[in-house]
């Protein structure tokens, strides 16, 4: 699927679904995975996008994911951290996440493949989630047997995987139209904790 910053809902869906999420490192195509350095988040200004700043922005295309380097222009760690006490500091559970989740928002790392790791490990460990991981070099990727999603699922444009948008409870939707699909997992986990596991179950037809 790729390595993805607090990958969407629907990006851990399809991870749950296959119970393995297989990561290269050196993939080649960055300004193509419009995910890879941005997340959705839905706060009281409405839906914000956050982004990580890359050294060289995302017109060094042909760099290896594992070489990307995170820039530390404009101060965004703290920009972001603002951001999601604002979104969900009152929300059920963003008290319980809060430690690790400013651990890494404010961590020191260099690349950014390191930084959405970490991310992804205190979602993976807050939500108890049955997903493995693993890091790969493209000479390592297995040539069958896995479906490719990169380029399919938690781009800009809408995919075409065969997964519903299922409602969850969240913080905002009192104030809204509705349910606000296509948001970062960071949503999910801080409106449902361990919960939102099943609707990651329901969104694939695998729940009972």
Request: proline share 5%.
């Amino acid at each position: 699927m790729g390595s993805m910053c607090a990958a969407s809902v629907r990006c851990y869906a399809a991870a749950i679904k296959s119970g393995a999420l297989l990561v290269d490192l050196d993939e080649c195509r960055l300004p193509l995975r419009h995910s890879h350095h941005r997340y959705r988040i839905d706060g009281p200004n409405g839906v914000q996008t956050l982004t990580v700043p890359l050294v060289g922005g995302t017109n060094n295309m042909m760099t290896p994911l594992k070489d990307v380097l995170i820039s530390e222009h404009g101060d965004w760690r703290r920009l972001h951290w603002g951001a999601l006490f604002s979104a969900y500091g009152r929300s059920p559970y963003f008290d319980y996440a809060a430690d690790d989740l400013s651990r890494v928002i404010h961590g020191s790392q260099r690349y950014l493949h390191e930084f959405n790791r970490q991310l992804h490990e205190v979602i993976v460990e807050f939500m108890d989630l049955p997903i493995t991981t693993r890091y790969m070099s493209s000479g390592e990727m297995p040539d069958t047997d896995v479906e490719d999603l990169r380029g399919r699922i938690g781009m800009k444009k809408p995919d075409a995987l065969a997964m519903a948008n299922v409602p969850y409870s969240q913080m905002w939707t009192p104030t809204r139209q509705g349910f606000e699909a296509g948001l970062s997992i960071l949503d999910l986990m801080m409106n449902m904790g361990r919960e939102g596991i099943f609707t990651l179950m329901e969104m694939t037809g695998d729940c009972p």
